[in-house]
């Protein structure tokens, strides 16, 4: 991430680097985002619109529980500071309770959001990281994983140009692969 402001880029180099040392046989992102949770153009205007689009998907896939947590629990962490990095991404994230394991979702929209980055501009890509209240660090891991992926300057152009919400998974699974 290229364009992390100065004070910003220490700390997510450091972090990232200490969550990143212990990721061998960590599970894969294939094993938390299901195809269905993929939007290929995510629509809305604004970070509200974002968070419930990218909460919808995860809520089919847990019926058990109430479709509006997940959006709460994305809206509650945003209270906290923003998720939005730098270099387009976002990664909204929560803990939830009654979630059995980890999952997630992704979302991109072509033209970008304001979603309160780091570097000030627009975000175009979105992964949303659900995790159970017990998750202890595996969704510190997860997240991790996910941000280490997005780094990759070539790898976001590509997820930008894939033409549907199949070519972004399997762009997303392959680059996980190869990590």
Known sequence: MSQLAPRARPYYERHTARLLGGLSGTMKIRQILDPSAVIADLAGPAKPDVLRALSAPVAKLNPSLRPELFVETLVERERLSSTGLSDGVAVPHGKLPGLATITASFGRSVAGID????????ARLFFAIFAPEAAGGDHLRVLARVIRIVTDEPFRA?????????AIHRLICE?????
């Open 175 to 179: 680059a996980d692969d190869a990590f």
């Open 115 to 122: 979603f309160d980055s780091l570097d000030g501009k627009p």
């Open 158 to 166: 590509h997820l930008l140009d894939a033409h549907d919400g199949t």
